[in-house]
């Protein structure tokens, strides 16, 4: 076995008269320069020596190929493209096999789908998730995937940009082998049997004939999910074409599109979202700190949110103790619990045996003592700072002096209720939102005295529980609900100088947001908001600006959705404007002598991204968030603001 190096990232060795070549790019074998540079020359090696009778593809670590190296985008492209080294292994005159030894995504599963022969190991995954990125893939994807599994499975997996496992892989015929501890010798086996004369190549086989009502429903179905982004659709488009268009038309079609997507604003947008989430939760200083051990996660409370929390908990796979005041409400509690974990069955999301696992791991009791065994016990009792702060200090005569105590406050100062305790610097906040085990974002708030590897062990729970962590400093609402607090008052300063709730619901959801601020407020109900803000009228600065509308809408019993009447009417169940609403709030500018001024829908967004984005330096100057795009996940993962625009300061910094 001689060993060979094409590039920094390319090395190769001879094995049995087949080079096998080792993409080595940490950390996920990304299609880089010198990776594509490489591989055309190992590929220009197997060609011209003759003791090579075939080549193998793997990758080094536990990728094969991540795919295009996202950090290029933008810049100006280097030779040779990625099309050209697909082109080039597919044309090869000796076979070529990719050993698909982990994660196969976007150009690394085009690599793969040129290759003459694919096995895979059992945890590779596979998928084209180009449309995440707001692209359509740009190097054959769209052209060879449906010669390879037909029309309609290709739309599902591409304008889907849905990853697979490499047993569906193997069903759908995307690959022709799963193979576990010995995939690189049975590759360089199954190689050596392929012969030059057979060698398959995908893109010239025709797609498969099938019905084209499959095929309009898998379109359907995916441009249902699409939300009104771009690439699902182009993506469906270039599948189809496939089957109408030589090879090398579609091609050219797919990489024309994909440049024009590249270069879009919604790529743009996109690329910042998927930076971002590799890098929220990352704390600078903290790389070194170890997370502390935990298997039992306590919890107290199991309504709403205790029992979304606990399926997340045993989903992570920890075990669970779930609290409650009294047997019976321990035994609703562990009813809801359940109640979710059946309809997850009833889903196809979690199977017997999982159900089983699970329940096996929980228990609800009305016995505080029994927290003494949990590792961390996480709160979801009333928003109440005495409830709060009283639980936390009997918890301090139960658990382990090592175990962490978790709040799941929305709007109380953790670190109150850490300073009633016995040891603050075990307290870390933890707000979840609502429904618990199905919303990815949580707020990890670090407080004043939260020790490292509290912090740290938090992070690892969140990552654990299958969440997009974002640190938080302590402030009111933390980053989410002070941004939506901008938002939300800048709207209705709005709706005091001439703007009406349509006019500013219609704006935000021509923008991307799946439902306006007032339809939201509505659906909420109008009636904890408005306790809150008689709570703080006392403290109120007398010059500050205050607009009534919302008391007067909650003094009429317009409490939204549930009662027929609040920003809206809902008379037959459906969202109408309402002129009772109107009059209200043009006599709360008469009052003020506001003479009211039409806004363009396009005003309306510059000024709410504005009062956003304002607020956001705010907590960046004052340390309650460490990068903007820290922020900007929370409101694309927590309120709905439309990934596909990056989040409000991305968005702001754009205009
Ligand atoms: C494409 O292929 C277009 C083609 O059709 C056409 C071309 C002509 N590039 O996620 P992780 C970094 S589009 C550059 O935490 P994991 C990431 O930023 C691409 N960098 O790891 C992070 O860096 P840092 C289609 C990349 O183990 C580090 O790697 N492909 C890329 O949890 C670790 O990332 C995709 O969309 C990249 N492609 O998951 C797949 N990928 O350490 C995107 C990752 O500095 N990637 N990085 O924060 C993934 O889904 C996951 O990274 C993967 C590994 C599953 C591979």
Redesign the pocket.
Known sequence: MSALRFSDTISAALTEAILVVTIDNA??N??SANVRAGLMAALDHAEKSEDVAGVVLTGAG??FI??????EFGKPPVEP???EVISRIEALGKPVAAAING?A????L?VALACHRRLAAPTA?LG???V??G?V???G?TQRLPRLIGTAAAIDLIANGRIISATEAKTLGIVDGVSGDALLADTIADIKTTSAASLRCTGVLSVPSEALEAIDKAAADALRKARGQRAPAEAIRLVRLAATTPLQEGLAEERRT?IELRDSEEAAALRHV??AE??AGKVEGLEAIAPRKIETVGIVGTGLMGSGIAVAALNGGYRVIGVEQSAQAAEKGRDRIAGLLDKAVQTGRLDAAGLEDRLSRLAVTADMQQLAEADIVIEAVFDDLTVKTELFQHLDTIVRADTILATNTSYLDPNVIASATQRPERIVGLHFFSPAHIMRLLEVVNCKQTAPDVLATALALAKRLGKLPVVSGVTEGFIGNSIFSAYRREAEYMIEDGALPHEIDVALETYGFPMGLFAVYDMAGLEIAWARRKRQAASRHPTERYVVIADRLCEAGRFGQKSGRGWYAYPDGKRRIDPEVTAMIEAARAEKNIAPKHFTADEIVARLLKAMADEGETLLSGGIAARASDIDLVMINGYGFPANKGGPMFAAGRR
């Open positions: 950390p996920v990304a299609l536990n990728s991540g795919g295009a190296d996202i950090k493209l990625l099309p994660a995504l976007g150009g690394g085009e995954k084209l998730p180009e995440k990125l692209i893939p740009g190097a994807g994909f998927f930076f590799r890098a």
